[in-house]
Every structure is written in structure tokens, then in C-alpha cells.
């Protein structure tokens, strides 16, 4: 979702530093997700949603208050029902603190930034695994510094290092961690 805000406010031409205009945007922002999909004001943009350029904006826009009030209750509001997997870096410790389980993902850097690298190349977008993974380091430091809900670890989390793991086997050990959960709170 707030890469999606991201992308809306970048294509407003919206300067990140002005609150007013900023909170104006996401008063009439119509953002809509299904959990995989994501629309801004009926147009579909999960898509578009990955590039550099949003990515940045997406780091930047994270730090302010105006679009955490904007987003957070969205986010919440999407959980809500219960039975929703939610992935982000304040998910587990600002967004839903009290869900039933938490995955605190992580990977050495060099293994994200080669995902990430692959990831861009196949979408056609040319970039040096070095400048990549200078970006994800930049990324990582900011988030956690940030004053407003910053990245940490949810200490009733687990924590998965996915170095070494493909998808096929992440997914596997988190429904492991599931399944083991739901037959301990069954004793």
C-alpha cells in the first residue's frame, strides 16, 4: 500500500516535504487492495509498483506522519477478518501487534541484493548488483533510524533467514511454524 501511495504521489508531482498538499492527496486517494492487487483510484497498479523510482519514494514518503495516519488504517482494516498474511517492515510491530503469528524475515545482504538484482532484471530494468545492494543497505539504515515507527524485530516473532532458502522452502518452513502453533495453542 505504500508503495502504491508512493507512485500516486510522485506521479501528483507532490514535493514529500509538503504535509499540506501531501494530506490533501491521500484525503481523495481511493486506495484499494485484495490482499494480492492494488488499485489507486480504480486504475490497477501492482505492476507498476516495483521500481526503483517507487521504491526510494516508498522509503522516503514511510517516514511522515500524514501517510503512516493514511495507510496504517487501511492496513488494518485489510486484516481485520482475520485469516490475511501481511508482509512489511512495521507489520508485525505497528500495523498488527497483536497477530496470532509473526515472521520476521531476513537474509544476508549479498543474497538480497542478488533476489533483488534478478528481480529487476526481469523486469527490464538495468541496474549494477553493486548499486543494488548499496540501495537495500541505504534502505535497511534509514528504516531503522527513522523516528516514526521504525524497523525492529517484534519480539514475539519467528525469525526466518531465508540466505540460503528458495520460495518453495521459505513457504514450507512458514507453514511448519504454522502448523506447529496451531497444535501447541490446541494443548
Do not use: N
Not at 501487534?97 to 531476513?106: M, N, Q, S
Not at 537474509?107 to 545492494?133: F, P, Q, W, Y
Request: glycine share 6%; with cysteine; aromatic share 2%.
Amino acid at each position: 500500500m505504500y508503495r502504491a501511495v508512493a507512485l500516486s504521489v510522485g506521479r501528483a508531482g507532490l514535493p514529500p516535504a509538503d504535509s499540506a498538499a501531501l494530506r490533501a492527496h491521500l484525503a481523495r486517494l481511493r486506495l484499494e487492495s485484495d490482499g494480492v492487487r492494488v488499485w489507486i483510484d480504480g486504475e490497477e497498479v501492482t505492476s507498476r509498483i516495483r521500481t526503483p523510482e517507487v521504491s526510494e519514494l516508498t522509503s522516503r514518503l514511510t517516514t511522515l506522519r500524514p501517510v503512516r495516519d493514511a495507510v496504517t488504517p487501511l492496513q488494518r482494516q485489510l486484516a481485520a477478518p482475520g485469516g490475511v498474511v501481511l508482509e512489511g517492515r512495521d507489520t508485525g510491530t505497528v500495523v498488527c501487534p497483536d497477530a496470532d503469528i509473526k515472521f520476521y524475515v531476513e537474509a544476508a545482504l549479498d543474497a538480497r541484493a542478488r533476489r533483488r538484482h534478478a528481480e529487476l532484471g526481469e523486469r527490464g530494468t538495468a541496474t549494477s548488483l553493486d548499486a543494488v545492494r548499496k540501495e537495500i543497505e541505504r534502505r535497511d539504515e534509514q528504516d531503522m533510524g527513522r523516528a516514526l515507527a521504525p524497523l525492529c524485530k517484534p519480539v514475539d516473532a519467528i525469525v526466518l533467514d531465508t540466505t540460503d532458502l528458495d520460495v518453495d522452502q521459505v513457504v514450507e518452513r512458514m507453514l511448519e511454524a504454522v502448523e506447529r502453533r496451531r497444535c501447541s495453542t490446541r494443548s
